[in-house]
T-cell receptor, first 112, second 112 residues
Framework: KAGVTQTPRYLIKTRGQQVTLSCSPI?????VSWYQQTPGQGLQFLFE???????NKGNFPGRFSGRQFSNSRSEMNVSTLELGDSALYLC???????????FGSGTQLSVL | EDQVTQSPEALRLQEGESSSLNCSYT??????LFWYRQDPGKGPEFLFT???AGEEKEKERLKATLTKKESFLHITAPKPEDSATYLC?????????????FGTGTRLQVTL
Protein backbone atom coordinates (compact mmCIF):
# COMPACT_ATOMS: atom_id res chain seq x y z
CA LYS A 1 0.00 0.00 0.00
CA ALA A 2 1.48 3.34 -1.02
CA GLY A 3 2.05 5.90 1.70
CA VAL A 4 1.13 9.57 1.79
CA THR A 5 2.69 11.39 -1.16
CA GLN A 6 3.48 15.08 -1.13
CA THR A 7 4.67 17.15 -4.05
CA PRO A 8 6.84 18.99 -4.64
CA ARG A 9 9.53 18.00 -2.15
CA TYR A 10 11.25 21.39 -2.21
CA LEU A 11 10.02 24.80 -3.23
CA ILE A 12 11.66 28.23 -3.34
CA LYS A 13 9.48 31.31 -3.64
CA THR A 14 9.85 35.04 -3.09
CA ARG A 15 7.83 37.28 -0.80
CA GLY A 16 4.43 38.20 -2.15
CA GLN A 17 4.08 35.14 -4.37
CA GLN A 18 1.58 32.38 -3.80
CA VAL A 19 2.18 28.64 -3.65
CA THR A 20 0.14 25.45 -3.95
CA LEU A 21 1.18 22.21 -2.30
CA SER A 22 -0.28 18.82 -3.12
CA CYS A 23 -1.00 15.73 -1.03
CA SER A 24 -2.22 12.28 -2.04
CA PRO A 25 -3.45 10.28 0.98
CA ILE A 26 -3.27 6.56 1.55
CA UNK A 27 -5.91 4.81 -0.51
CA UNK A 28 -9.18 4.61 1.43
CA UNK A 29 -8.32 7.42 3.86
CA UNK A 30 -10.89 10.20 3.73
CA UNK A 31 -9.34 12.50 6.34
CA VAL A 32 -6.43 14.69 5.29
CA SER A 33 -4.81 17.20 7.60
CA TRP A 34 -2.00 19.71 7.16
CA TYR A 35 0.67 20.80 9.61
CA GLN A 36 3.40 23.44 9.52
CA GLN A 37 6.70 22.47 11.13
CA THR A 38 9.34 25.02 12.11
CA PRO A 39 12.37 24.63 14.39
CA GLY A 40 11.02 27.09 16.94
CA GLN A 41 7.32 26.24 17.02
CA GLY A 42 7.34 22.55 16.18
CA LEU A 43 4.31 21.10 14.42
CA GLN A 44 1.28 23.36 14.27
CA PHE A 45 -2.11 22.25 12.97
CA LEU A 46 -3.38 24.11 9.91
CA PHE A 47 -6.62 22.34 8.93
CA GLU A 48 -8.33 19.02 8.36
CA UNK A 49 -10.50 17.99 5.43
CA UNK A 50 -12.91 15.09 5.38
CA UNK A 51 -15.00 14.15 2.35
CA UNK A 52 -14.25 17.48 0.65
CA UNK A 53 -15.33 19.55 3.70
CA UNK A 54 -13.10 21.44 6.10
CA UNK A 55 -13.71 19.84 9.48
CA ASN A 56 -11.20 21.64 11.68
CA LYS A 57 -9.08 24.75 11.39
CA GLY A 58 -6.04 25.94 13.32
CA ASN A 59 -4.99 29.46 14.22
CA PHE A 60 -3.47 30.59 10.97
CA PRO A 61 -4.33 33.68 8.92
CA GLY A 62 -6.69 33.50 5.97
CA ARG A 63 -3.72 33.48 3.59
CA PHE A 64 -3.57 29.76 4.32
CA SER A 65 -6.32 27.81 2.62
CA GLY A 66 -6.96 24.32 1.43
CA ARG A 67 -9.31 22.08 -0.42
CA GLN A 68 -10.01 18.40 -0.93
CA PHE A 69 -11.14 16.67 -4.07
CA SER A 70 -13.59 13.80 -4.49
CA ASN A 71 -10.70 11.31 -4.67
CA SER A 72 -9.50 12.61 -1.23
CA ARG A 73 -6.42 14.27 -2.69
CA SER A 74 -5.81 17.63 -1.06
CA GLU A 75 -4.08 20.88 -1.86
CA MET A 76 -3.11 23.75 0.36
CA ASN A 77 -2.48 27.25 -0.86
CA VAL A 78 -0.58 30.10 0.73
CA SER A 79 -1.08 33.52 -0.79
CA THR A 80 1.06 36.63 -0.37
CA LEU A 81 3.99 34.69 1.02
CA GLU A 82 5.96 36.11 3.94
CA LEU A 83 9.48 35.22 5.09
CA GLY A 84 7.97 33.59 8.18
CA ASP A 85 6.10 31.09 6.02
CA SER A 86 9.36 29.25 5.40
CA ALA A 87 8.76 25.84 6.91
CA LEU A 88 8.22 22.15 6.31
CA TYR A 89 4.59 21.55 5.41
CA LEU A 90 3.39 18.09 6.34
CA CYS A 91 0.28 16.33 5.17
CA UNK A 92 -1.23 13.42 7.07
CA UNK A 93 -4.06 11.04 6.31
CA UNK A 94 -6.14 8.95 8.67
CA UNK A 95 -8.59 6.11 8.28
CA UNK A 96 -12.12 6.43 9.62
CA UNK A 97 -12.38 5.59 13.35
CA UNK A 98 -8.59 5.24 13.62
CA UNK A 99 -6.42 7.50 15.75
CA UNK A 100 -3.20 7.00 13.81
CA UNK A 101 -1.98 9.76 11.53
CA UNK A 102 0.18 8.72 8.57
CA PHE A 103 2.44 11.56 7.49
CA GLY A 104 4.08 12.27 4.18
CA SER A 105 7.69 13.41 3.98
CA GLY A 106 6.61 17.02 3.57
CA THR A 107 7.25 19.94 1.27
CA GLN A 108 10.12 22.19 2.35
CA LEU A 109 9.13 25.75 1.45
CA SER A 110 11.72 28.51 1.46
CA VAL A 111 10.56 32.10 1.06
CA LEU A 112 13.27 34.56 0.02
CA GLU B 1 -4.50 27.45 26.11
CA ASP B 2 -3.35 23.89 25.49
CA GLN B 3 0.35 23.39 26.10
CA VAL B 4 2.76 20.50 25.61
CA THR B 5 6.31 20.71 26.94
CA GLN B 6 8.94 18.08 26.28
CA SER B 7 12.22 17.57 28.10
CA PRO B 8 15.06 17.29 27.61
CA GLU B 9 15.41 19.03 24.23
CA ALA B 10 18.25 16.73 23.33
CA LEU B 11 19.61 13.53 24.82
CA ARG B 12 22.71 11.56 23.98
CA LEU B 13 22.91 7.95 25.19
CA GLN B 14 25.34 5.16 24.73
CA GLU B 15 24.01 1.91 23.32
CA GLY B 16 22.39 -0.05 26.17
CA GLU B 17 22.02 3.01 28.43
CA SER B 18 18.34 3.25 29.41
CA SER B 19 16.59 6.59 29.97
CA SER B 20 13.24 8.37 29.93
CA LEU B 21 11.80 11.26 27.95
CA ASN B 22 9.23 13.52 29.58
CA CYS B 23 6.10 15.16 28.17
CA SER B 24 4.16 17.56 30.41
CA TYR B 25 0.80 18.75 29.21
CA THR B 26 -1.91 21.24 30.08
CA UNK B 27 -5.17 20.65 28.28
CA UNK B 28 -8.80 20.98 29.26
CA UNK B 29 -10.40 17.66 28.47
CA UNK B 30 -7.72 15.23 27.32
CA UNK B 31 -9.01 12.80 24.72
CA UNK B 32 -5.68 11.11 24.02
CA LEU B 33 -1.92 11.52 24.27
CA PHE B 34 0.19 10.46 21.33
CA TRP B 35 3.85 9.64 20.77
CA TYR B 36 5.41 9.91 17.34
CA ARG B 37 8.93 9.34 16.10
CA GLN B 38 10.46 11.53 13.38
CA ASP B 39 13.59 10.67 11.43
CA PRO B 40 15.51 13.40 9.54
CA GLY B 41 13.89 14.24 6.22
CA LYS B 42 10.75 12.27 7.00
CA GLY B 43 7.33 12.87 8.48
CA PRO B 44 6.45 11.67 11.98
CA GLU B 45 5.64 8.00 12.47
CA PHE B 46 3.00 6.87 14.97
CA LEU B 47 4.17 4.99 18.04
CA PHE B 48 1.49 4.98 20.76
CA THR B 49 -1.80 6.43 21.95
CA UNK B 50 -2.64 6.62 25.66
CA UNK B 51 -6.13 7.51 26.83
CA UNK B 52 -6.26 7.42 30.63
CA ALA B 53 -3.99 7.90 33.63
CA GLY B 54 -2.25 4.69 34.58
CA GLU B 55 -2.27 3.30 31.07
CA GLU B 56 0.95 1.82 29.68
CA LYS B 57 1.90 0.62 26.20
CA GLU B 58 5.02 -1.14 24.96
CA LYS B 59 6.68 -1.68 21.64
CA GLU B 60 10.08 -3.34 21.42
CA ARG B 61 12.45 -1.20 23.54
CA LEU B 62 9.89 1.58 24.10
CA LYS B 63 7.33 1.89 26.88
CA ALA B 64 4.94 4.83 27.24
CA THR B 65 3.14 5.73 30.45
CA LEU B 66 0.55 8.37 31.32
CA THR B 67 -0.41 10.32 34.45
CA LYS B 68 -2.86 13.19 34.82
CA LYS B 69 -0.13 15.75 34.13
CA GLU B 70 2.58 14.04 32.13
CA SER B 71 3.69 11.13 30.03
CA PHE B 72 7.00 9.32 29.93
CA LEU B 73 8.62 7.44 27.11
CA HIS B 74 11.03 4.91 28.59
CA ILE B 75 13.75 3.57 26.32
CA THR B 76 15.34 0.35 27.54
CA ALA B 77 18.76 -0.70 26.23
CA PRO B 78 18.59 1.62 23.19
CA LYS B 79 20.30 0.89 19.90
CA PRO B 80 21.69 3.38 17.35
CA GLU B 81 18.60 2.84 15.18
CA ASP B 82 16.51 4.38 17.98
CA SER B 83 18.14 7.74 17.19
CA ALA B 84 15.37 10.12 16.14
CA THR B 85 13.25 13.01 17.39
CA TYR B 86 10.43 11.84 19.63
CA LEU B 87 7.29 13.97 19.57
CA CYS B 88 4.50 14.07 22.09
CA UNK B 89 1.05 15.40 21.16
CA UNK B 90 -2.37 15.78 22.79
CA UNK B 91 -5.84 15.50 21.38
CA UNK B 92 -8.46 17.61 23.07
CA UNK B 93 -12.04 16.47 23.61
CA UNK B 94 -14.19 16.97 21.66
CA UNK B 95 -12.13 16.77 18.54
CA UNK B 96 -10.67 14.43 15.99
CA UNK B 97 -7.32 12.67 16.19
CA UNK B 98 -6.23 14.77 13.21
CA UNK B 99 -6.12 17.96 15.29
CA UNK B 100 -3.19 17.52 17.64
CA UNK B 101 -1.14 19.94 19.72
CA PHE B 102 2.50 18.87 19.53
CA GLY B 103 5.49 19.52 21.76
CA THR B 104 8.76 20.55 20.14
CA GLY B 105 10.28 17.13 20.63
CA THR B 106 13.30 15.43 22.18
CA ARG B 107 16.22 14.72 19.83
CA LEU B 108 17.70 11.39 20.85
CA GLN B 109 21.11 10.24 19.70
CA VAL B 110 22.30 6.74 20.57
CA THR B 111 25.98 6.05 20.03
CA LEU B 112 27.97 2.82 19.99
Amino acid sequence: KAGVTQTPRYLIKTRGQQVTLSCSPISGHRSVSWYQQTPGQGLQFLFEYFSETQRNKGNFPGRFSGRQFSNSRSEMNVSTLELGDSALYLCASRADRDEKLFFGSGTQLSVL
Amino acid sequence: EDQVTQSPEALRLQEGESSSLNCSYTVSGLRGLFWYRQDPGKGPEFLFTLYSAGEEKEKERLKATLTKKESFLHITAPKPEDSATYLCAVQKAPGTASKLTFGTGTRLQVTL
